[in-house]
């Protein structure tokens, strides 16, 4: 039984960055190299980033991506690597489709190359085509049609994008019926709360069906809204576990697996499961018993602000422990971010300090993103802003070391009131616009990237400020509900203390209620209901999508019901226009809710 | 051969909006049976509004449809309609789609009810789903499988929707295989400039395929960023044009049609083209020879502000113009614009006056969308705003007769100034911001929804202030380039001058040099290249996909190109953040431009 040494990197890649991609590819093929890989394998999309979206259409960046990966092959065979198999996702177009109308310009291919000789010896296209949810790939992609197998060390590897796996039939199916050893199936599949337990259930099952040993390789780091949380998964066909990467880390997961030969005679050809034509390849015939990789431990959570190089620890098979609920999510807050500041050139951010707990969560994200020293936050008081708030912002300042000003927005509130005389609505919320201006104005001059502070609650039902608190290039907690926001404050600050740190936000913001202080007196519950019933009602309408009649039915107070649905569906207008942020939840506010703004259908009559 | 009267009701819809969809169906089928009808017709999607995004999604949104349908059905025959077939588009779910990862949740489908006899007598949905440009059809819902064929008066009618005559195969030649004497495809066709001339070959090739005459009804009004013109058109067999419908006009074409007698015995039965399963009802096989229709006078072209009611004129068999380029995208414009304030709630709406064209086309559309008594101006000159720009606004508020004031806003800026301390961009940009956030105050102080002035071509390089002069609920020509602002100020002065009325765009305005005044003696043509040129280069960029050597072989310069593309790809995060406005091109800035944020990708290099 041939042993084949597999060399997964998980790592991040940033769309449309070709050259620095590429160099990613490099460096950590010479490091698997190091390890004595026989396969080396790389994300879904690795040479572009992932996704594309519509630079898929453009026919320049196709060109572009495809020289590229042939400038990376002559590169990688220049190094002396070229008698090492690397397998990398990029962006191709189909040879063979003839426009027609509906299809993507271009015909363009969510494509994975095997890199040999200093050559593409082989390559293919994703076959099953996501398009829900944060995905849009019908519209941007021809599917492939063949069954990619390729020899090395006499094993036939089965290769495999991402929803290839999720969907049923095609390339699981096709795999057996190839009579793989091997399935190797590259990824860049977006992090979800509670996704990975049903990713590990998805890849044994899949297993079991192709029959053969199963690895599946992920993505980590961050995209505009997406995050990419890593937990490649390594299974035999039986579905036992291998090994498991850490999530949110970058690293390259070493392991030897002893696989079945190929069949010497006789491997099927031809046409199998969906269509599928077998396209075979090999790069080596001959199985090397080599040394059994070297047991290392294996880290099992990233570091907070820590970059793993290309010549880091190799992350030898072993099986990371899955973060707990809270700080995985919050790891996915913190990566968001961090990706979102470094890919756009930004080196410090802005965050509006209110003393309440949403702006000191972001707070608290930001300095582990990007580090208190980068992170400013600025007081704006009212005349409406209570002691406490001031206290309370000031005392976060000083916990986590972030820089503080206070600038009091009274000079600016009185010119309008002089020049309008406001009432009501309209002077809270002008109240909320001179602070996102004032913002804007500091972010303008000193170059921070501005955070908005709103939760994913406040956003659903509207109760925030177009133009106001709404404010932002990136909104690092609108995908959390505000249950949740108290809950990572909580245990962001318990991991402080557990690690003898000061906690970084102030008991004060917890404990408080919440009020936005715009008018005397004022507190979130004069105007929502309590934020557990709230949040449990906004997850089955927004999230889960169930109708006024099943909430009511799920043990809902039907006029508090209705009141929250009629909230939702009229601030549909003020949600597009929010900044983006990490999605962590199934359903968020990107992609998977749009409604028509003009609608009037009321789920509530 | 027997006569066939078709009623096509070519008239606008709201999303969700059941009740009142329903509603326009029960009157303009009255209307229809008035005029005679064997067979009436309504557009895609008419009883839950188009697009309907992700209610699609929402099982107690696609229940409410198929209740409303029913309904519908019982109320036709209640008013004594039962023997009138209506076909009327709506939203339902596949009975027989098995639940599937990565199909859409519940199995949505775009379907079309015959209704007839008080009940639902059959119903088919949608085969080819359009999922490019403004559509995602693939992601809301699952094909229809069945060729739907009608007998009303002894002529087999086969049934389609829209997509499935864009795309090459299935209904069409599906229609030719059961031996149709009509094809009749119910739509909701967005406009886009030129569209209409498509649209023509496309129903005359299709018709010619079919191999008999037929209809296609188009919608008309406006949904959020979608303008539906309607231009509904019926060719006979031979792609000769039999009628055709006035755009942007609510309407009832009657038409008798002579038609081949369905096949009396042996009409084909089985699967036929793409695997489409001939579906037939009859419902009267008797033909009944009818008088013709009165021949009328059609009108031409839609009047401003005019609502056609049901009980309205109807718009015989005949041939409208089509209108001239400039008229067509104005009043586009003008339905876009009406169509968003009207289905959102809205009385009145606001615009900033700086005295510039932008602002000045936009009051002018503003006031023939909704009436100049309920459009408010309010010019906010700053030190920098010169003595002709206070004028022009006034003028063209006196021209026009919108409501006019005017707020400096010396005061606030001095606030700022004196608490910050700004220079260069972001001293220019507080002023923008000021403005935006004076607007937003009188809006919410007194009811208006707030208009964007910015056009297309300052979008694409990001010549505007974010929270600054892009707040608005709504941007009219978001999707205009600036030559073409200039053109249709142009085009809108001649057309009041011909009908002997004052036109309402100073000449000032359209003559001085384009200027933002944020800085002493700052103009356009500081920062950008002359606008023809400009919006040249971004037509083929944006609007084309084209890459940076394509547009510099086309004779452009290279500098030039590269700084153009260079702005545009790095104000991608600002576009985001735009508004909605109405859609005019194949390749605006709603769904058909979304390149990542954070991308690396400089087509330039």
């Known amino acids: 039984m041939p042993r084949l040494r597999l060399a997964l990197n998980q790592i991040d890649s940033t769309v449309g960055d070709l050259a620095g991609n590429a160099e990613a590819v490099l460096r950590w093929t010479r490091h698997s190299a190091g390890q004595g890989a026989h396969l080396v394998a790389f994300p879904e999309m690795m040479l572009t980033g992932y996704p594309v979206e519509d630079l898929a259409l453009r026919s320049s960046f196709v060109e572009a991506s495809r020289a590229a990966l042939r400038s990376l092959a002559a590169r990688l065979a220049d190094e002396g690597l070229g008698g090492l198999p690397v397998v990398v996702g990029y962006l191709d177009r189909s040879a063979d489709a003839r426009p027609r109308y509906g299809q993507p310009a271009g015909a363009p291919q969510n494509a994975v190359a095997v890199l040999h000789g200093g050559e593409v010896a082989l390559s293919f296209a994703k076959h099953h085509l996501p398009n829900y949810g944060v ?32 969907q049923d039939g095609g390339r699981v199916p096709a795999a057996r019926s190839a009579r793989a050893g091997l399935l190797l199936s590259v990824n860049a599949s977006p992090y979800e709360r509670d996704k990975d337990d049903t990713r590990l259930e998805l890849v044994r099952k899949r297993a079991q069906e192709a029959g053969c040993t199963t690895a599946y390789l992920a993505m980590t780091g961050g995209q505009d809204e997406l995050v990419f949380d890593g937990d490649s998964i390594v299974v035999d066909r039986d579905g036992a576990v ?14 030897d697996l002893d696989l079945p030969a190929a069949a010497e005679a006789g491997a099927p050809t031809g046409v199998v499961d969906d269509g599928l034509r077998i396209d075979r390849v090999v790069l080596s015939e001959q199985p090397v018993p080599e040394r059994p990789v070297p047991e290392r431990p294996m880290p099992g959570r990233p570091v907070s602000g820590e970059t793993v190089s290309g010549d880091g620890p190799a992350l030898s098979g072993g099986h990371a422990e899955p973060l707990d609920d809270d700080e995985e999510v919050y790891s996915a807050l913190v990566v968001g971010l961090r990706a979102y500041v470094t890919k756009n050139g930004f080196r410090s951010v802005l965050v509006g300090l209110s003393g309440g707990i949403d702006s000191a969560l972001v707070a608290a994200i930001a300095c582990d993103a990007v580090g208190a020293q980068h992170v400013h936050g600025v007081s704006m008081p009212s005349r409406y802003s209570s002691e406490h708030s001031r206290d309370d912002a000031a005392e976060l300042a ?8 206070t600038v009091p927005i009274e000079p600016m509130f009185d010119a309008y009131m002089g020049a309008l005389g406001l009432t009501g609505l309209a002077e809270e919320n002008l109240q909320s616009r001179l602070r996102g201006t004032l913002l804007m104005a500091l972010s303008n001059q000193e170059g921070h990237l501005v955070l908005a502070p709103g939760n994913k609650s406040e956003l659903a039902v509207g109760y925030s400020t177009l133009y106001g608190d709404s404010v932002g290039a990136y909104g690092p907690i609108k995908d959390v509900y505000k249950t949740s926001v108290f809950r990572l404050a909580e245990w962001r600050n318990r991991a402080a203390a557990a690690r003898g740190e000061t906690p970084p936000i102030p008991e004060n913001s917890i404990t408080k209620p919440p009020s936005a202080e715009l008018r005397p007196g004022q507190v979130d519950t004069d105007s929502l209901p309590d934020y ?20 009511v039915a799920a043990g809902y107070d039907r006029e508090l019901v209705t009141r929250t649905l009629r909230m939702v569906d009229t601030a549909e207008y003020k949600r597009r226009q929010y900044p983006p942020g990490t999605k962590i939840s199934a359903k968020g506010f990107g992609k998977d809710r749009r409604l028509p703004v003009t609608n009037r259908w009321r789920e509530t009559g």
Chains 1, 2 share one sequence.
């Not at 291998?242 to 392991?255: D, I, K, N, T």
């Open 242 to 255: 291998l090994a498991r990467a850490p999530q949110f880390s970058e690293g390259c997961v070493v392991l």
């Open 398 to 405: 000083r916990r986590t070391g972030l820089n503080y000003r």
């Open 532 to 551: 557990p019933v709230l949040d449990a009602i906004l997850a089955l309408y927004v999230d889960r999508d169930r109708g006024a009649d099943e909430i």
């Open 135 to 166: 995905f849009d790939e019908f519209r941007y992609f021809v599917p492939g049609d063949t069954m990619p197998v390729v020899r090395v060390r006499g094993v036939d590897v089965a290769l495999a994008v991402c929803e290839d796996l999720w």
